[in-house]
T-cell receptor, first 114, second 117 residues
């Protein structure tokens, strides 16, 4: 596609429910990143995928968070048993490779946990 | 560990006035430096970056930034603000070290720029 696509753009859920957020990277981009943006805060790194290498999950805040990526395509970020503190904008980015300086961002998914 | 500090969470200028958004970093080795802009309900868009060479870099929309190693700064400027510049601006750094987790971007908390008519 022309850019990084994320869906849904907005998600409202009840505390305790599971949610899945989707990211379609730019075609051909091998590197994919997830970030979390809380209100009034900068972006926090969550997880990184590069090709078929083991992902870097060091930024995931708890074991309720997980992410998968199929090959070099779509990625899904799953949050189980959502809590109110999970409310944030979740941004996905992709780049042609690890050595590439520029990350291209999607518009994000705004998650609201009631 | 790297960190980024953006002084001023909110900056307000008049249309036509100088824009100055401040960014200081903390890193044992000068990192790669970036400024991103985020318009409402949109993703982050790269404004400019410094990797090597000339320390004054020019970006899109008339913005520029200067890397000053002695001050560990990378302030963003624009001579004359337009209404369309109203957005949130993020400074980010990335390690120059090869290997490890040098792919991670570390972001500042952002500065919201308001442009008054």
């Amino acid at each position: 596609g022309a850019g990084v696509s994320q869906s849904p753009s907005n998600k409202v859920t009840e505390k305790g429910k599971d949610v899945e957020l989707r990211c379609d990277p730019i075609s051909g981009h091998t590197a994919l990143y997830w970030y979390r943006q809380r209100l009034g805060q900068g972006l926090e790194f969550l997880i990184y995928f590069q090709g078929n290498s083991a992902p870097d999950k060091s930024g995931l805040p708890s074991d309720r968070f997980s992410a998968e990526r199929t090959g070099e395509s779509v990625s899904t970020l799953t949050i189980q048993r959502t809590q109110q503190e999970d409310s944030a904008v979740y941004l996905c980015a992709s780049s042609p490779g690890t050595g590439w300086h520029i990350q291209y961002f999607g518009a994000g998914t705004r998650l609201s946990v009631l | 560990a790297q960190s980024v500090t953006q002084l001023g969470s909110h900056v307000s200028v008049s249309e036509g006035a100088l824009v100055l958004l401040r960014c200081n970093y903390s890193s044992s080795v000068p990192p790669y430096l970036f400024w991103y802009v985020q318009y409402p309900n949109q993703g982050l868009q790269l404004l400019l970056k410094y990797t090597t060479g000339a320390t004054l870099v020019k970006g899109i929309n008339g913005f520029e930034a200067e890397f000053k190693k002695s001050e560990t700064s990378f302030h963003l400027t624009k001579p004359s603000a337009h209404m369309s510049d109203a957005a949130e601006y993020f400074c980010a750094v990335r390690s120059r070290n090869s290997g490890g987790s040098n792919y991670k971007l570390t972001f500042g908390k952002g500065t919201l720029l308001t442009v008054n008519p």
